[in-house]
């Protein structure tokens, strides 16, 4: 349990916390969700359309959506395992992130809901996902409206909204709680809708609904994003003091997941170049593999056939 005089002695600064609010975590997500989204209207104007999209592109989106919502529950975790330590500042851009995290993934959905339709396991699982990274933002959340009514100084730990600290005025308490209120609801409100979609059958009216939503999600993602510029020390203003600019420093950390947006591409190259084929342990003649002489796709740039310089 949180000791109570860390509720009562605030300190004037705090320092940073580069592993929930440094540059490369935040534009990870910016850049993800917006690659993704980019996709799903993609996807979901060619099927207005009446044509098929690409099977590239399918896969593309299917891998950020899961690197998205994967990331979303890891970052939320990690915010509520911190909570008797992390500050409302960085609770809050995990919150934000973490709203990203969910339009992202629920407009995937509505651009590859006939891809989960077909396979029951796919479908339960995006599901079971999709209900545990609600669960982690309603409480969070819940955390975010505690520390909006009770204003809580920013430089105590988030989980002090619980042992009542001394709370000031704040003039925009109404319009706060208002947009709190919204987000939560809207957060499950969406979970609602998109396990109705996928148990929904092929009505023609569901193109509209699907086309609808998407701008909605969008508008969702767009605004979080922003919240996240104006706000972080990375890219905006930190409504806290900082004791250093840590979030602002480009490490190996911050480089990780950016290059980790590379793996999808990776991806797309292979299924550009035809699926791998995987051989049996035998041939057809009962041959161990080690005693088999494979066919070597000579390469395109001066044509040898030969793996190596000397041999056949």
Known sequence: MIDHSNCTNAPSEIPSDAGVAGAGVLLSFIATAFLALILSTWIVLTE?????????????????????????????????????????????????LSSISTATHSAALLALFNDFKRDWVLRWLR????????????VMGILVLENVVKKLDQTLPIACVWHDPETGKRSDVVLSV?????????????FVMAVWYLHSGTQK?????????????????????????????AFGHPSVKLSDDGEKVWSFGQLLPLLLLLLPLVSVVEIFRGEMRVPVPLDDEQRPLYEMDHEFQPNPLWGSRTRLAGMK
């Open 48 to 96: 207005l359309r009446r044509s098929s999209p690409a099977r590239i592109t399918r896969k593309l989106l299917l891998s950020f959506s899961d690197q998205q919502i994967i990331t979303g529950i890891g970052i939320q975790s990690i915010a509520l395992a911190k909570m008797e330590s992390m500050v409302p500042y960085h609770f809050f851009l995990v919150w934000m």
């Open 205 to 233: 009216w569901l193109m509209v609904v699907r086309a609808v939503a998407l701008l909605f999600l969008a508008a969702i993602g767009i605004g979080a994003a922003v919240r996240i510029i104006i706000l972080s020390q």
């Open 178 to 190: 208002v947009g709190t209120i919204a987000l939560m609801v809207g957060n499950a409100a969406i």
């Open 127 to 138: 599901q079971f996902l999709m209900f545990v990274n609600l669960m982690l933002s309603i």
